[in-house]
């Protein structure tokens, strides 16, 4: 069985992610942490194969806590699991080998997903002494998130996803960054950053709408 360790301060979103992971064959939550510190203390004192780590976190952060287990020689595997999309977060968590990036509120498909890719790596690893072309290419093929020179703009390819897929539900009709910041839950400087980026890409058209009292307002529309 595979050790999942789930380190979250949100006991409601701590116990869907033990559910969605003991519904996979093949792994077991050994533990659930709600700081950083405290998991700290599990690593040490128990096997644990891989983590399911949130980034904002009291105590101490996810980063700050990869940080810590890596100065100590400990490189068990983990997926980041965070309401954040930021670029750079994202970038130093990879750096710190973090093997995947979840972005909440994620669907369990691909949470399910994240983890049959590391039971894939793990499988290799802990039955071949030997490895040829055809399972190293199984291996860095889909265990790592491609993002291709997006991430250097700025823009998170899953969170460009979730963005288009709301898009969709407006057809032609007009949308502001507030509504759409309201329904995805994340900061309209982010969703602006987004439909900008679209909108260079000539995938939505941009309008200003002058109204009698106030600012003007800018809409956006699906091309």
């Known amino acids: 069985m595979i050790n999942v360790l789930i380190v979250e301060d949100d006991p409601m979103v701590a116990q869907i992610n033990k559910k969605y992971t003991e519904s996979l064959e093949g792994f077991v939550v050994c533990g659930i942490c709600n700081d950083g ?6 690593v040490i004192n128990s096997h644990v194969d891989l983590i399911i780590l949130d980034l904002y976190m009291p105590k101490l952060d996810g980063i700050s806590f990869l940080k810590e287990i890596r100065k100590n ?16 977060k994202l970038n130093e968590s990879l750096k710190l080998g973090v093997i995947d990036y979840l972005i909440k509120p994620f669907e369990y498909e691909r949470f399910k997903d994240a983890l049959n890719k590391f039971k894939l790596r793990y499988e290799i690893f802990n039955t071949k002494v030997v490895l040829n072309q055809k399972d190293i290419d199984k291996i860095t093929n889909q ?5 291709g020179e997006d991430l250097q703009k700025g823009i998170n390819e899953i969170t460009l996803k979730r963005i288009k ?6 057809g032609k009709e007009y949308f502001t960054c507030e509504e759409i910041s309201e329904k995805i839950k994340l ?7 987004y439909l900008e980026y679209m909108t260079e890409l000539g995938k939505l058209n ?18």
């Open 187 to 193: 900061s309209r400087v982010t969703v602006r950053r």
């Open 143 to 147: 265990n790592y998130i491609n993002f």
């Open 206 to 223: 941009r309008d200003v709408e002058y109204g009698e009292v106030g600012r003007p307002k800018t809409t956006y529309r699906v091309i």
């Open 165 to 170: 897929k709301i898009l969709k539900n407006y």
């Open 37 to 42: 510190r405290e998991a700290i203390d599990i």
């Open 73 to 88: 020689q400990f490189m068990t595997d983990v997926i980041m699991v965070t309401a954040a999309d930021e670029g750079d």
